[in-house]
């Protein structure tokens, strides 16, 4: 697990480090101390904590104007034990509506496994939205059924397209242009 890191080709671009506005403003992860650890196994140092012991992420892009976030996840997704939904929710996902950002879209091939709780969470970032969606791109097929088994779908949008789009190749205005498609299709 050491050796997967957050993708990298936008930095660039946007790193939440240098955006004043981003949670993660200021934070410096080293290059080379392996410190942070999922079930006692280390992880790269590039991923960013929020609270979760057992999920990770890098917020790849945020696009103010446009309104829209790309967030990669990497671990467990644990909302039995850890409530993962309520720190993502409540360290990241509001700090971003607040600034009008509506449109999230969440990469999610390692995330390994996921453990529902309740949906309560997942609703209200549903509400709060209101004019956006938010889209799980390329997510194990095991996790959404187990989303699905919960009914978290009624709140997020995945699968079809979104399983199998090859978004490393594209810049990230080209991955939101392309999942903003799929949806505006899907919701008409």
Same mark, same amino acid.
């Given at each position: !697990? /050491?050796?997967?890191?957050?993708?990298? =080709?936008?930095?660039?671009?946007?790193?939440?480090?240098?955006?004043? %506005?981003?949670?993660?403003?200021? %934070?410096?992860?080293?290059?080379?101390?392996?410190?942070?650890? &999922?079930?006692? /196994?280390?992880? /790269?140092?590039?991923?960013?904590?929020?609270?979760?012991?057992?999920?990770?992420?890098?917020?790849?892009?945020?696009?103010?104007?446009?309104?829209?976030?790309?967030?990669?996840? !990497?671990?467990?997704?644990?909302?039995?034990?850890?409530?993962? &939904?309520?720190?993502?929710?409540?360290?990241?996902?509001?700090?971003?509506?607040?600034?009008?950002?509506?449109?999230?879209?969440?990469?999610?091939? =390692?995330?390994? =496994?996921?453990?529902?709780?309740?949906?309560?969470?997942?609703?209200?970032?549903?509400?709060?939205?209101?004019?956006?969606?938010?889209?799980?791109?390329?997510?194990?097929?095991?996790?959404?059924?187990?989303?699905?088994?919960?009914?978290?779908?009624?709140?997020?949008?995945?699968?079809?397209?979104?399983?199998?789009? =090859?978004?490393?190749?594209?810049?990230?205005?080209?991955?939101?242009?392309?999942?903003?498609? &799929?949806?505006?299709?899907?919701?008409?």
């Amino acid at each position: !697990m /050491h050796s997967i890191e957050p993708f990298y =080709n936008w930095q660039h671009i946007y790193k939440p480090e240098d955006d004043k %506005l981003s949670p993660f403003f200021g %934070l410096k992860n080293s290059e080379v101390y392996f410190s942070k650890t &999922i079930y006692e /196994h280390y992880i /790269h140092p590039q991923w960013d904590e929020f609270g979760s012991n057992t999920l990770y992420l890098k917020m790849l892009q945020v696009d103010y104007e446009e309104g829209y976030c790309v967030i990669e996840l !990497m671990g467990e997704w644990n909302d039995c034990i850890e409530n993962d &939904i309520m720190y993502l929710k409540r360290e990241v996902i509001d700090e971003l509506t607040v600034l009008g950002i509506h449109k999230f879209i969440l990469i999610g091939e =390692n995330v390994l =496994n996921f453990h529902a709780s309740d949906e309560e969470y997942y609703e209200e970032w549903y509400q709060d939205v209101e004019d956006g969606w938010i889209a799980m791109i390329n997510f194990r097929e095991h996790v959404l059924e187990e989303f699905s088994k919960f009914k978290i779908d009624y709140y997020v949008n995945f699968g079809g397209e979104l399983n199998s789009l =090859n978004w490393r190749r594209n810049t990230a205005k080209a991955l939101f242009s392309k999942v903003n498609e &799929i949806l505006e299709h899907r919701l008409n």
